[in-house]
């Protein structure tokens, strides 16, 4: 029996466009009763519809069409041969990170990031944040813009902008990144097991104010974050065989 797949499609003009075309070619069911999402769009909107699947409870695999710029996380986009592309992609696992943030005025948001988790200055003022690593202060202050954990699928993101490693994708491993450091100027970061828990906690917090960024959510006015793995929810991406996402995160590493 074949997958029940389901269409979902980023409000831009080129994703509604192939979506206009590619909705006459197979039978779609609705989100909720499909054995695969396929998404169309770019990576911004891929993250979108993992985010709405955690909301939901639900772990359907996607497999995403890029229609967007980069497409990191996504397959070329093509019409023809989607379900025997489908049944024979291959999956690849992730788990988000969990952001714990404590405001200046005592509110706690919890939110799961993908990619990575954030910490950057709100004002011209460098920020001054504490780093601890399972309950040990490893850094007692980073002046910097800000700092950031990135997952191995992230890590290619705002983590390899900011001069971060690259992690393969099954190394359990999770960048920790420094964005424009100031004091201590020359280091540029730690390589973190993701079974640890990551904690910063920001310095003079009233005159140099920090917000922290869970992907797309944003908390202004922190005074303290905690950074975990939350292995409890696996994601699941399918890519094309030759389009493995394990190959293309390796490829990264020797581009000039």
């Given at each position: 029996?074949?997958?029940?797949?389901?269409?979902?499609?980023?409000?831009?003009?080129?994703?509604?466009?192939?979506?206009?075309?590619?909705?006459?070619?197979?039978?779609?069911?609705?989100?909720?009763?499909?054995?695969?999402?396929?998404?169309?769009?770019?990576?911004?909107?891929?993250?979108?519809?993992?985010?709405?699947?955690?909301?939901?409870?639900?772990?359907?695999?996607?497999?995403?069409?890029?229609?967007?710029?980069?497409?990191?996380?996504?397959?070329?986009?093509?019409?023809?041969?989607?379900?025997?592309?489908v049944a024979a992609a291959?999956?690849?696992?992730?788990?988000?990170?969990?952001?714990?943030?404590?405001?200046?005025?005592?509110?706690?948001?919890?939110s799961p990031a993908i990619?990575?988790?954030?910490?950057?200055?709100?004002?011209?003022?460098?920020?001054?944040?504490?780093?601890?690593?399972?309950?040990?202060?490893?850094?007692?202050?980073?002046?910097?813009?800000?700092?950031?954990?990135?997952?191995?699928?992230?890590?290619?993101?705002?983590?390899?902008?900011?001069?971060?490693?690259?992690?393969?994708?099954?190394?359990?491993?999770?960048?920790?990144?420094?964005?424009?450091?100031?004091?201590?100027?020359?280091?540029?970061?730690?390589?973190?097991?993701?079974?640890?828990?990551?904690?910063?906690?920001?310095?003079?917090?009233?005159?140099?104010?920090?917000?922290?960024?869970?992907?797309?959510?944003?908390?202004?006015?922190?005074?303290?974050?905690?950074?975990?793995?939350?292995?409890?929810?696996?994601?699941?991406?399918?890519?094309?065989?030759?389009?493995?996402?394990?190959?293309?995160?390796?490829?990264?590493?020797?581009?000039?």
């Amino acid at each position: 029996m074949s997958a029940r797949l389901a269409l979902v499609v980023s409000p831009t003009e080129p994703a509604l466009d192939a979506a206009e075309a590619l909705r006459p070619l197979h039978r779609w069911v609705d989100a909720a009763e499909a054995d695969i999402l396929v998404a169309l769009g770019g990576d911004g909107f891929l993250l979108q519809t993992l985010h709405a699947l955690m909301d939901a409870g639900r772990t359907t695999p996607v497999f995403g069409m890029n229609l967007g710029t980069v497409g990191f996380l996504m397959n070329q986009f093509r019409l023809d041969g989607l379900a025997g592309r489908v049944a024979a992609a291959r999956s690849f696992v992730l788990h988000p990170l969990t952001m714990e943030a404590e405001t200046v005025g005592g509110e706690i948001v919890r939110s799961p990031a993908i990619n990575e988790v954030s910490l950057l200055r709100e004002t011209r003022q460098a920020a001054k944040i504490e780093i601890a690593i399972d309950g040990r202060v490893r850094m007692s202050e980073l002046a910097c813009d800000g700092v950031l954990v990135a997952t191995p699928a992230g890590s290619t993101a705002y983590n390899l902008s900011a001069h971060g490693p690259i992690l393969p994708l099954n190394s359990d491993l999770l960048a920790l990144t420094p964005i424009s450091p100031f004091r201590p100027r020359r280091w540029r970061g730690a390589l973190i097991p993701d079974t640890s828990t990551i904690e910063f906690r920001v310095l003079e917090a009233a005159k140099r104010p920090v917000s922290a960024v869970a992907d797309q959510v944003e908390v202004r006015d922190v005074r303290r974050i905690t950074v975990t793995s939350d292995r409890r929810v696996s994601l699941k991406l399918l890519f094309d065989p030759e389009y493995a996402l394990d190959d293309r995160i390796v490829m990264e590493q020797f581009l000039t």
